[in-house]
């Protein structure tokens, strides 16, 4: 027995009017199968006009193979696909609520009877008997999500169910459980992998889809909008799971996404388009995105997970004005594992969520002059080449309001560009070697660090190399271990201001300047002890260090270095300095200034100032108290000036210095008062009761000394 059915209606395709036909009819076997039969394709199919190719059935596909090559779309499967054409249409508002797209209301032609299309070549459709009951058939499943049920007279796409009715001329009428509707006129079905192929256009014929053999849905035209509801898992090289192109695209991703193998969960190519994807992205392997959007003025909203491995891409764009909205945790991992990437100017990215980044992946990347990253959740960045944020352009700037955790080689932030401006508000932690927490590249570059700076293990709180740099520290800083440095700035006329509280120990560093005209204000509390620690460091010409907070020195540590000529310390704050090898102030190069308005204290064999200079200039008019074995001032080499005018030099350690100036050609002018007291009662007293201790002591030739003030020993 053979009977038409609506497959085979749907395959002939109305090619009555043709001058060939395939006549195609469905046969039940023995077995239950069903197979085509009687199909007449044209003899020369090299003849037929894309049109007419696109309306042959698969039996004549092979015939037609090269032929079709050219005008087929690049996505489609290796075996020729004549795909299907459906009308669609959004409604007013543009809002979708199926993940396939939806059509407008056609005209009714207000007739109840479904028509029944012509057979090719103008032969009627002959009806069943009416004593021959036919079993009903079983839903056909395709492989790429779509299911024909011919007893409920359904066809569903994905996760949207529609029904179907018979128009006269051989297309297929879809309607979904809100009244939108579709028209079929066309299909392919792969019986060899199962699949079938749809492709559609508008009514006004301004958007173009299709659903191919791969389950991936692609639109072509403006204001298009997809709604994807379900679980949409992507797989393999070229594989798309939404493509648009067109202006004002939008596709919202209520399910969860899963792209590996290099395949695309969603790329759009045209400006202003949108992403919002609510559910879980998970992407893996080198060339996987999850989404991809080329044009201007993009708009992604990741609210959801994601989850990016083994050189996969979560969100890039490609394009000006981007902006990336990650309110979910990203997670990134593995070597070119990019979270979110935007090449163009004026990009954005807002993360309220955490971001956690390692096995040398990076959290986010933008490439392009005019970058914004806002970063207010918590920031995890571990192991070598791992960077939680990367920016490669001018006029960057950088906010993370959340804490930062680095470490294991890991950067925190990295912009590599001219005019960058770097905002940490939130707590930074820096733990081990060749770690660092924020990293410019480039002149004018600013770091401004309201949040807590803690730094141990050999890592770097802030690195910036280029000129011009500017560092606002004005949050606690703790820096500890050798190597280890809070502030490194590798650049000419540097400006460092340390406003809050700094704890440097154990052979780290606080602030570090390589360069001419630096200057570095501290005007909070440093604290600096260990052996090699040093509170601010400046190497390089014409450098100044301006003290006007408090200086703790302890342990053999330094306070302040300031190596290179015509370097200048400035002290108005107090300076305490004790213990074996500790030096408050240590100043190397020829022509310096030193001023000290300040009060220092100096005792265990410690230095207060160490001065290493020729043409110098030393100005003391501050107070000083020095004590066992220990020097106030150590000035060498020659023709330098010192002028003391303190209103107390008091030295009354045992065999202390308070003034010790050592070569040739230096002068000397005392205005102030000096007064050598040594501690009678201290319990080392007697043990050198006979070893003196000295107000002034000058080595050398052509020395010249001048007292105008006063000198007490032994005091009144």
Not at 313 to 334: E, H, P
Request: charged content about 20%; hydrophobic content about 30%.
């Amino acid at each position: 027995m053979q009977r038409k059915t609506l497959l085979s209606a749907c395959i002939a395709l109305a090619l009555s009017g043709q001058g060939w036909a395939a006549d195609i009819t469905e046969v039940e076997t023995t077995t239950g199968e069903k197979k085509n039969t009687n199909v007449t394709c044209p003899a020369d199919p090299g003849k037929l006009s894309p049109e007419e190719l696109k309306r042959l059935p698969s039996e004549c596909s092979p015939l037609v193979e090269q032929n079709l090559m050219p005008w087929l779309s690049t996505g489609a499967a290796a075996l020729i696909t004549a795909l299907a054409v459906v009308e669609l249409n959004d409604d007013d508002d543009h809002h979708h609520r199926n993940n396939s797209p939806l059509p407008p209301t056609p005209p009714d032609d207000e007739s109840d009877d479904t028509p029944v299309p012509p057979t090719p070549g103008g032969d009627e459709i002959i009806p069943d008997d009416p004593d021959d009951t036919p079993t009903p058939p079983k839903p056909v499943s395709f492989n790429n999500d779509v299911i024909l049920d011919k007893t409920e007279k359904t066809l569903t796409i994905r996760d949207s169910v529609f029904t179907y009715t018979e128009n006269a001329d051989g297309t297929i009428s879809l309607q979904d459980s809100n009244g939108r509707k579709a028209t079929i006129n066309l299909w392919q079905i792969d019986e060899a992998n199962n699949t079938v192929a749809l492709e559609g256009v508008s009514a006004d014929g301004a958007t173009k889809w299709q659903y191919n053999h791969n389950g991936e849905l692609v639109i072509t035209g403006d204001n298009a909008t997809v709604n994807n509801n379900g679980k949409t898992t992507v797989d393999g090289k070229d594989s798309t799971g939404t493509e648009i192109n067109g202006n004002n695209g939008k596709v919202i991703q209520d399910g969860d996404l899963d792209v590996s193998g290099g395949g695309h969960g969603i790329d759009i190519t045209g400006d202003s388009a949108t992403v919002d994807n609510k559910g879980t992205m998970t992407v893996t392997d080198p060339e996987s995105m999850g989404i991809q959007i080329d044009g201007d003025k993009a708009i992604v909203n990741n609210e959801g997970e994601s989850t990016i491995t083994n050189g996969g891409t979560g969100t890039q764009i490609n394009g000006d004005d981007a902006t990336a909205n990650n309110n979910g945790k990203t997670t990134v991992d593995g070597k070119d594992s990019t979270g979110t990437e935007i090449n163009g100017n004026n990009g954005k990215v807002i993360q309220d969520g955490d971001l956690d980044v390692s096995g040398g992946g990076h959290g986010i990347d933008i490439t392009g002059d005019s970058a914004t990253v806002d970063n207010k959740g918590t920031m995890t960045v571990t192991d070598p080449e791992s960077i939680g944020i990367q920016v490669d352009g001018d006029q960057a700037v950088v906010n993370n309001e959340g804490e930062s955790a680095i470490t294991n080689g890991g950067t925190g932030t990295q912009i590599n560009g001219d005019d960058a401006t770097a905002n940490n508000n939130g707590k930074t932690t820096v733990d081990g070697k060749d770690s660092t927490g924020t990293e410019i590249a480039g002149n004018n570059g600013k770091v401004i660090q309201d949040g807590d700076l803690d730094v141990s293990g050999g890592g770097h709180g802030i690195d910036i190399t280029g000129d011009s740099a500017t560092v606002d520290n004005k949050g606690t800083m703790t820096v500890t271990d050798p190597e280890s440095i809070g502030i490194q700035i590798d650049g000419d006329q540097a400006i460092v201001n340390n406003e809050g509280e700094s704890t440097i120990t154990n052979g780290g560093t606080g602030t570090q300047i390589n360069g001419n005209d630096a200057t570095a204000n501290n005007s909070g509390k440093t604290t600096v002890d260990g052996k090699d620690s040093t509170g601010t460091k400046i190497a390089g010409n014409i450098g100044i260090v301006n003290l006007d907070g408090s200086l703790t020195v302890t342990g053999g540590a330094h306070g302040v270095e300031n190596i290179g000529d015509n370097g200048t310390v400035n002290n108005k704050g107090d300076i305490v300095v004790s213990d074996t090898g500790s030096i408050g102030v240590l100043i190397n190069g020829e022509g310096a200034t030193v001023s000290n308005t300040g009060d220092v204290n100096v005792s265990n064999e410690a230095t207060g100032f160490s001065i290493t200079t020729n043409s110098g200039k030393v100005s003391l008019a501050g107070s000083m108290q020095v004590g066992d074995f220990s020097t106030g001032v150590d000035l060498n080499d020659n023709n330098n000036s010192v002028t003391l005018a303190a209103k107390d030099l008091k030295v009354v350690g045992q065999k202390a210095t308070g003034i010790n100036v050592s070569g040739d050609a230096n002068t000397v002018n005392i205005t102030g008062n000096v007064l050598v007291d040594k501690d009678k009662t201290a319990d080392n007293a007697a043990e050198y009761f006979f070893d003196p201790s000295v107000g002034i002591n000058v080595y050398g030739s052509d020395n010249n000394v001048t007292l105008d003030g006063k000198l007490d020993w032994p005091p009144e």
